[in-house]
């Protein structure tokens, strides 16, 4: 793509996957007011700045009522095409090298949006992320979780008999109150179609939701997985198991899942020996995307160059991708770590 910016492998960011990332929560407000226009939507903001200022949230439900309410301006295929596209140039500059991305088709259809308009303005931008950005990407429908599980297994027949790009499927939305063994149905029908299964789980909700996801709906990934930190023996078990935990710190700050950075449960949980990654959830909503989540707990921590090296690689290892591709972004890890000692050495 003429102008677009291809970083090389020996880009200045450390490379990592971003396992953990919603496609709409990277809508940035100028894309928001530009797509409003575009559609001849009335926003209910008078302009960016005062969009922006509504960026303070409680809880959970606080932000998701305003990231749901902002998706009235995704309409057109090119609308999720150019949301899409903006994800990828700045991620390119995150250091990020590939990535699997939420979307939530049932937000989507419930606005009147159907599912190739939106799958399709995403897949479309996708197909040449790995040319026009150097990021191998891939796409998981998530399903909404306080929605009814056979509207969720209704829109997983559709996508399965549209054969639509997806790698895998996800469970997001609103966690408490809606535990993971409600979709055991439409767990099983991904797992029967081929599909990788995650799901999101102990960000708000308790310890057994994550267990009840590990052992219902047979995750491969638990998203966020914060509150593990409050169960020992499940813990052991994450750790047994080196179970992949998709961690989203600047987000957990910013739902209020934590109080401040500092008292982020990221370093006891890479004390306890879990497999942890870290990935920025709704970039545009939490103040940063992966390279600002990178440097917030690297400066907050004071994380050295292993601990970092770990975090990229964990990112990497804990990808659907192919063992090759794997190699490939390890190496790059490595590199990125030897040039940096390199460069430092007197
Ligand atoms: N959808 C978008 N972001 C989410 C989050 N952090 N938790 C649950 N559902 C979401
Ligand atoms: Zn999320």
Request: charged content about 25%; glycine content about 6%.
């Given at each position: ?128 992320s790995l040319d026009d950005f150097g ?135 890479l004390e306890a020996g ?73």
């Open positions: 793509m003429p102008g677009s910016p291809v970083p090389s492998p020996s880009s200045s960011r450390l490379p990592v996957a971003e396992l953990h990332l919603h496609i709409e929560g990277t809508l940035e407000p100028e894309l928001i007011f530009e797509l409003a226009e575009r559609n001849g939507i009335d926003l209910p903001y008078r302009d960016v700045e005062d969009l922006g200022a509504r960026y303070e949230f409680t809880d959970l439900q606080s932000f998701l009522d305003l990231y749901y309410a902002n998706m009235a301006v995704l309409v057109t295929e090119d609308d999720f095409a150019a949301m899409t596209t903006a994800y990828l140039r700045r991620a390119a500059v995150a250091g990020v090298r590939h990535a699997e991305i939420f979307i939530d088709p049932q937000a989507h259809l419930a606005r009147g949006v159907d599912l190739s308009t939106s799958i399709g303005g995403v897949a479309r931008a996708l197909a040449t990021i191998s990407t891939s796409l998981i429908a998530a399903f909404l979780r306080d929605q009814p599980a056979d509207e969720a297994l209704s829109v997983l027949e559709d996508l399965i008999d549209m054969r639509a790009p997806i790698i895998g499927i996800g469970l997001d939305s609103a966690e408490v109150g809606y535990p993971p063994a409600k979709f055991a149905a439409v767990f099983d029908r991904a797992r029967a179609a081929g599909l990788e299964c995650v799901a999101h789980a102990g960000e708000e909700g308790p310890p057994s939701y994550i267990r009840e996801a590990l052992d219902v709906l047979q995750v491969a990934r638990i998203d966020h997985g914060i509150r593990a930190m409050e169960d020992p023996e499940l813990v052991r078990r994450l750790v047994d198991e080196q179970i992949p935990m998709t961690v989203c710190p600047l987000s957990n700050v910013r739902l209020r899942a934590v109080d401040v950075l500092a008292a982020h449960p990221l370093p006891r949980m879990l497999n942890v990654s870290i990935h920025s959830d709704d970039p545009s909503y939490f103040g940063g995307y992966l390279d600002d989540n990178l440097d917030r707990v690297t400066s907050t921590f004071d994380l050295d160059s292993p601990t970092l090296s770990r975090l990229a690689s964990n990112s990497v290892r804990s990808a659907f991708l192919p063992e090759p591709r794997k190699a490939e972004l390890l190496a790059e890890v490595e590199a990125w770590f030897k040039e940096r000692l390199a460069a430092t050495a007197p």
